[in-house]
Every structure is written in C-alpha cells, then in structure tokens.
C-alpha cells in the first residue's frame, strides 16, 4: 500500500493540498474547497504526466515504476493528463479570470516541462533542448515555480485576494524549498539523468559540491527567514519553518551516491516532511493569532 502511494504520486498530490490549505489559514481567509480539490488536481496530473515522459531516465532510474506506468499508459493519457486539466480549468473558471490563467499557466508549464513539443528551430537555439526539463538549470526551477504558484497563489486567488508582500515572501521561501527537493531528486536519480544526457546541478557538479550548495544556500535561506521574522514582517510563528531549513541540511548530509535505494526512500521522506511542515505550520499560526 505505501508503495502504491507513492508511485502513483498521491502523497505529493494529498500534501500539497493539504498545504494549500495550511497557507489559506496563515493569510487569514477562509478553506476553499474548490481550491484544495485543484491543487490536488493539478500536482496529481503534472507528476502522472511525468510517470511516461520519463521513459529513458527512469528505465534507469526506477524500471519498476516505469513499468507500472506504461501499464497504465491510457489512464494516464487520457484521464490524467488531458481530463483532469480541463476539470480544473472549469473549477477555476468560476472563480475569475486571475485563478483561470494562474490554473491555465500551471497546466501549461506542467507540460512544457513534461513534453518535447519545442519547434526544430528552437530546439536548436536551446542546444538540443525539447522541453524544459532538457534546459539546464530550468529543469530545477519550473517545478518549484508552479508548486509555489498552485500553493500560495491559487488560495488567494480563489478568495479575490490581491497578493500582499508578506504572500510574496511566502512564495519565495516555498519556491526555495521546493528547489531543494527538486535537487535532492538529482541527486538521487543522477545515475539516470547522464545515461539520458540530461544536464542537471546534480550531476555536472560533484556529489559532494551539490551537498554543499544545498546545505549553503539552505543557512542563507534560513538567515532571510530569521530576519524578516525577527523584524517582526512576519508572525513569531514563521520561526517553525527553519526546522525546515535544518531538515534539508540532515538529509542532505545523509545523502551517499553509492547508496542509491537509500537514497530514493530518503527522498519520499523529503516531501512527506516538507509540506507536513508547511501544514503544522499553517495551524501554529492559527492558534497564535
């Protein structure tokens, strides 16, 4: 049963709606149904989507989940990829034109990300490159741009709430962490992503090099954190999220590329504890008002 979750991604799709709810009550307006329903909707299609676009480097990286997915090559097509997107563009339809396009920018970068769908004459300009995860560096920041955006914004959006500064810290630290997942992913699959000729932070710097970006940047995130809070710009609470910061830099320290199943079910840890941490942080802030 654990095994069937998370290959299927429900963990990731369950948590971030669960998240987007957490951060619904730290900005203080009501739950929306219709908000956490997309959000669940939208990770739960983009990462189906992912299960066969990433047919080479997971015949490498997870020839067990990749099978499992071919299998379900129709459901996947047809229902998760190309229903479910419209069903929550019609969600958002009713919530006005800023939740659509937000809705629709997600969906779009979803599968730009996923798709080799660039033009010849493109591709050519991006040395080869067929989708933005062939892109060096972007292949790290698209997916935490629209977890951040379907987490943070969606939520406001749907509640015809303009976006404050204190959102636009918010978003910035989750795009942040989400960008540690993204590369702690590298790290694990970085065996796959070469033998595919995927260029990632994971694999053209040193295993050890990438532990210490992360580790680095996580102190520097941290140190912004601490001190838009200690400024008192956000609520006391705030101070929780930098267990966050200090996860990053345990899991990272654990992290050996010579113990790649380890590092695997690390990784599910990774964003089981994160949006966990954005959920509890979400109901401290609650209680503190």
């Not at 590369?183 to 210490?212: E, P």
């Not at 079910?265 to 609650?286: E, N, R």
Request: with cysteine; aromatic share 16%.
């Amino acid at each position: 049963m654990p095994n069937y979750f998370f290959r299927n991604k429900l963990h990731l799709s369950v948590l971030s709606s669960l998240g987007a709810a957490s951060w619904s009550v730290y900005f203080n307006i009501p739950v929306n149904g219709w908000a956490v329903l997309t959000v669940f909707i939208l990770t739960f299609s983009i990462y189906q989507d992912n299960r066969l676009t990433d047919d080479v480097e997971d015949a490498a990286n997870d020839p067990e989940g990749l099978k499992n997915a071919q299998k379900n090559e129709a459901f996947i097509t047809y229902i998760t990829s190309w229903m479910l997107p419209v069903v929550a563009l019609v969600i958002a339809l009713q919530f006005g034109s800023a939740a659509l396009w937000t809705t629709a920018l997600i969906i779009l970068i979803g599968f730009l990300y996923n798709h080799k769908c660039f033009p010849a004459t493109l591709s050519r300009r991006l040395k080869g490159a067929r989708r933005l995860k062939d892109i060096y560096v972007v292949k790290n920041l698209t997916p935490p741009l629209d977890w951040a955006t379907a987490i943070i914004l969606l939520p406001l959006f749907f509640a015809g709430q303009p976006i404050t500064p204190k959102a636009w810290i918010c978003w910035g630290y989750l795009f942040i962490c989400a960008f540690f997942i993204e590369v702690m992913w590298d790290m694990r699959d970085r065996r796959g992503d070469l033998s595919s000729g995927i260029k990632t932070i994971a694999n053209t710097f040193s295993f050890l090099h990438t532990k210490q970006f992360l580790i680095i940047t996580s102190v520097i995130s941290g140190a912004i954190l601490f001190t838009f809070t200690f400024t008192k710009f956000l609520p006391g609470s705030t101070y929780f999220l930098l267990a966050n910061n200090a996860a990053v830099i345990v899991i990272a320290s654990l992290y050996n590329e010579k113990r790649e199943a380890f590092m695997r079910k690390i990784s599910d840890v990774t964003i089981l504890l994160a949006t966990v941490l954005f959920l509890s942080f979400g109901l401290i802030a609650f209680y503190s008002r």
